[in-house]
């Protein structure tokens, strides 16, 4: 299988590798029902590279999130993971679920969480936790990003949005729409090879 977490256009080899919990990969394929459980796997040009064991708790309100992990130098550690579930009405009628962020200082609403350190956090936590020499690209790519989506989407909370803004002309939406997901993607890969980096490929995060 594709990497997991490559989202819904999962035929890009380039994303899969960092490790990242994608909710519309998990929405799509209906795994975040109540009581759902599995594995989630990730894999690096075929191979195999680490899973983690998700279950669904609290009759749907809970996404649990188990693995273990070994820092340079260190003993496997055990880590679970409660992610808080809220679902947003859709503008088309029934309702979408979106991450909590786990960090509770957080609690930010996100699609992805990101492997960082030994958890898994949205993006803006792990743009913070995340120094590097990449980090004055991806904070550029980052306030360009959230420049654009506080201009463009009504419900826009400080990283995440889909509304349109009130007033805005749809084709204008759109068009800007497309430009927010073109720095969005490039923020994603950047962040990614700042991860493989910082992970040194295959190492860290194994089940
Ligand atoms: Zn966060």
């Known amino acids: 299988m594709g990497g997991f977490g490559s989202g819904p256009q999962s035929n890009q080899p380039a994303?899969?590798?960092?490790?990242?919990?994608?909710?519309?990969?998990?929405?799509?394929?209906?795994l975040l029902q109540p009581s759902c459980a599995g594995r989630l796997n990730w894999s690096c040009r075929g191979e195999p590279t680490g899973s983690i064991r998700y279950r669904v708790e609290q009759n749907g309100?809970?996404?649990?999130?188990?693995?273990?992990?070994?820092?340079?130098?260190?003993?496997?550690?055990?880590?679970?993971?409660?992610?808080?579930l809220e679902s947003?009405?859709?503008?088309?009628?029934?309702?979408?679920?979106?991450?909590?962020?786990?960090?509770?200082?957080?609690?930010?609403?996100?699609?992805?969480?990101?492997?960082?350190g030994v958890y898994f956090v949205c993006r803006k936590c792990c743009g913070y936790l995340y120094p590097s020499q990449k980090g004055d690209k991806l904070d550029k790519l980052r306030e360009a990003r959230d420049t654009l989506g506080a201009r463009i989407f009504e419900d826009w909370d400080g990283s995440?949005?889909?509304?349109?803004?009130?007033?805005?002309?749809?084709?204008?939406f759109e068009r800007?729409?497309?430009?927010?997901?073109?720095?969005?993607?490039?923020?994603?890969?950047?962040?990614?090879?700042?991860?493989?980096?910082?992970?040194?490929?295959?190492?860290?995060?194994h089940f």
Not at 95 to 114: A, I, K
Not at 160 to 172: C, D, F, N, S
Not at 183 to 202: Q, V
């Open 160 to 172: 995440y949005g889909w509304q349109k803004r009130k007033g805005m002309h749809w084709r204008t």
């Open 15 to 30: 994303t899969s590798e960092a490790r990242r919990v994608d909710i519309r990969y998990l929405r799509k394929r209906g």
């Open 61 to 84: 309100e809970t996404l649990v999130l188990d693995y273990r992990v070994r820092e340079p130098g260190a003993e496997w550690e055990q880590i679970t993971i409660a992610v808080p």
């Open 88 to 116: 947003v009405p859709c503008r088309y009628g029934g309702g979408r679920q979106y991450f909590c962020c786990p960090n509770r200082r957080c609690n930010r609403r996100c699609e992805v969480l990101f492997s960082c």
């Open 176 to 205: 800007l729409s497309r430009r927010y997901r073109a720095i969005d993607a490039s923020w994603n890969k950047t962040y990614c090879d700042m991860a493989r980096e910082l992970l040194g490929g295959d190492a860290a995060l």
